[in-house]
């Protein structure tokens, strides 16, 4: 009695890699990396940090360009 042997299937034997991902697989760490971007960039809660003033210039023109 022998045992069957199974084939692989068609797209095993290609070459290439077919490899998709839900439109959300992108976009949820996008949104989350803009939403955190956001809270650091935040002036209101920026009170209390003392930076050189070079470095406080850079992040509120950071903030402006992304407001816009």
Known sequence: MSA???TPPLSASRGGVD???PWWAL???TLAFVVLLALILNPSD???ASGSPAVTQFLERVQQ???R
């Open 46 to 48: 920026a009170h209390a």
């Open 65 to 67: 360009l992304i407001a």
């Open 19 to 21: 490899i998709r991902l």
């Open 27 to 29: 976009a949820l760490p």
């Open 4 to 6: 069957p042997t199974h």
